[in-house]
C-alpha cells in the first residue's frame, strides 16, 4: 500500500489545489477532511467515490462552501 493525500480546492482557484496532509492511511485523511469541512462550515459532508473512479482511486468530498476536498494516492516521482 502506498502513501496517499488529502488534497484541498478553494472555490476561486479550483485549478491550483493545495496538499493538506499526505499519510499511508486513508482513513485518517478521511476524518481529517470531515473535520475541514466541519471548520468550513458543513456538518452534513460525506465523501463517496468519484464516478467511475473504481476502488482505490481516491475519494471527493465537496463542501457546500465550494471547497473540494479529495484523497488520491501518491505516485512516485510526482
Known amino acids: 500500500m502506498g502513501v496517499f493525500r488529502l488534497v484541498l480546492a478553494h472555490p476561486e482557484r479550483p485549478d491550483a489545489p493545495r ?16 473535520e475541514i469541512a466541519r471548520s468550513l462550515g458543513d456538518e452534513s459532508a460525506l465523501w463517496a467515490a468519484p464516478a467511475g473512479s473504481g476502488r482505490g482511486h481516491g475519494f471527493a468530498l465537496h463542501c457546500r462552501s465550494g471547497h473540494a476536498l479529495s484523497i488520491v494516492p501518491h505516485q512516485a516521482g510526482e
Open 19 to 34: 496538499i493538506v496532509a499526505e499519510h499511508l492511511d486513508p482513513g485518517l485523511l478521511k476524518q481529517r477532511g470531515y
